[in-house]
């Protein structure tokens, strides 16, 4: 998900404040780190491309219900959601699907 250039971006934007002492030399590193363990998780799988995400909408349109169907789904964590935001939530395409099939194969939501 991350390409070298934007690790490499992150690093010059948190270095300067962990020098300053805005922000501990730890978390500076603690940071880095889980970036670029994610990069090295995205890349290592060759054939897999950046993963869509959905709306609460899309996702509601997908599994035929209505978006606080969604909503409870995610409340009682039968669907995981990703928050940006007070009101933004995303739900990574391959988990929706991933649902989807496991609903066919039990004769829907519990």
Known sequence: MYSRDQIETFRTILKPLCDTG??????FAVALKAVKEHWQ?????????PERSLS???VAERLGVSSRTVDRYREHGLLKGYSYGPKIIRFLESEILA??????????AQ
């Open 22 to 27: 805005t922000i501990p030399p730890e978390l």
């Open 41 to 49: 998780g995205e890349t290592s799988t060759v054939s897999r491309g």
């Open 99 to 108: 649902f989807q099939q496991g609903q066919n194969k039990e004769g829907g």
């Open 56 to 58: 609460r909408k899309e």
